[in-house]
């Protein structure tokens, strides 16, 4: 009698390849001002430091180049914080103004998770437009070019 394997079969690739995908989900049409507040001696400043160098990378500020990044920095020993501040037409439909995330103990990628789950969620959805028609589909709509000329 044999007993049954659990979990999973190879390891995980680390932290740099969960931070790596977190980041390809990452999306900002919802947002319209991103400020990241923190105090550069705070113990647990490096984690949102780090999310402000994602954040700002080309990839992710292409997702909405109308998006500003603000950091301020503070020598108070303030918590570390994020806030989100979202487009008008998000606004309407989620009743919310801002979302703010309390970076004090969070790691890295706890940052992307709660971003993604809270503020990519809430980008709007992209209709596509241009529809690809194959050779068949055309001659079957008939009309407009594409044939013999006599």
Request: proline residues 5%.
């Given at each position: 009698?044999s007993?049954?394997?659990?979990g999973?079969?190879r390891r995980?690739?680390g932290?740099?390849?969960?931070i790596?995908?977190?980041?390809?989900l990452?999306?900002?049409?919802?947002?319209?001002?991103?400020?990241?507040?923190?105090?550069?001696?705070?113990?647990?400043?490096?984690?949102?430091?780090?999310?402000?160098?994602?954040l700002?990378?080309?990839?992710?500020s292409?997702?909405?180049?109308?998006?500003?990044?603000?950091?301020?920095?503070f020598?108070?020993?303030?918590?570390?914080?994020?806030?989100?501040?979202?487009?008008?037409?998000?606004?309407?439909?989620?009743?919310l103004k801002k979302?703010?995330l309390n970076?004090?103990?969070?790691?890295?990628l706890?940052l992307?998770?709660?971003?993604?789950?809270?503020?990519?969620?809430l980008?709007?959805k992209?209709?596509a437009?241009n529809v690809?028609?194959?050779?068949?589909?055309?001659k079957?709509?008939?009309?407009?070019?594409?044939?013999?000329?006599?």
């Open positions: 009698m007993i049954k394997v659990g999973a079969f995980s690739a932290i740099v390849s969960a790596g995908k977190q980041l390809k990452v999306n900002l049409k919802a947002v319209q001002r991103i400020t990241v507040s923190f105090d550069p001696f705070h113990e647990s400043a490096v984690s949102t430091r780090e999310l402000v160098q994602h700002s990378a080309p990839k992710i292409q997702t909405n180049p109308t998006c500003v990044l603000k950091t301020e920095v020598c108070d020993r303030r918590s570390p914080s994020v806030v989100f501040q979202l487009i008008p037409s998000v606004q309407a439909e989620t009743k979302i703010e970076s004090e103990n969070l790691s890295t706890e992307l998770k709660l971003c993604n789950k809270h503020v990519s969620a980008a709007p992209e209709i437009t690809v028609k194959t050779k068949s589909e055309k079957a709509g008939g009309g407009g070019g594409g044939g013999k000329r006599r």
